[in-house]
């Protein structure tokens, strides 16, 4: 099976800092694509940021500028370095991968970590 742990969460200050990781482990054989959502109570879940093996990100548009996406491929660790924090930004965020497993053929499969909280307030 694949795990992702996730640590970073916390409570920060507006215009604050906070850096997320997750770590994925287990039967894999290769990542496509690792990222991060969030949400907020009665919020729908929503995408903040990816990135693939090659390299490539997404941001939703509200975290442009001020969140940044990383990865280190030979650990299978994807970091969120959020800066210039804001109250709105307050949720769970919780990691994601898409990943080909081990003895899993070709397919690929989606996992989530439990999810790390971020409040930012003053």
């Known amino acids: 099976q694949v795990q992702l742990v996730e640590s970073g969460g916390g409570l920060v200050q507006p215009g604050g800092s906070l850096r997320l990781s997750c770590a994925a482990s287990?039967?894999?054989?290769?990542?496509?694509?690792m990222g991060w959502y969030r949400q907020a109570p009665g919020k729908e879940r929503e995408l903040v940021a990816s990135?693939?093996?090659?390299?490539?990100?997404n941001y939703a548009n509200s975290v442009k500028g001020r969140f940044t996406i990383s990865r280190d491929n030979n650990k299978n660790t994807v970091y969120l370095q959020m800066n210039s924090l804001k109250p709105e930004d307050t949720a769970v965020y919780y990691c994601?991968?898409?990943?080909?497993?081990?003895?899993?053929?070709?397919?690929?499969?989606?996992?989530w970590g439990q999810g790390t909280q971020v409040t930012v307030s003053s």
């Open positions: 994601n991968t898409n990943v080909r497993r081990l003895g899993g053929g070709a397919s690929f499969s989606d996992y």
């Open positions: 287990g039967t894999i054989f290769s990542i496509n694509r």
């Open positions: 990135i693939t093996t090659g390299g490539s990100t």
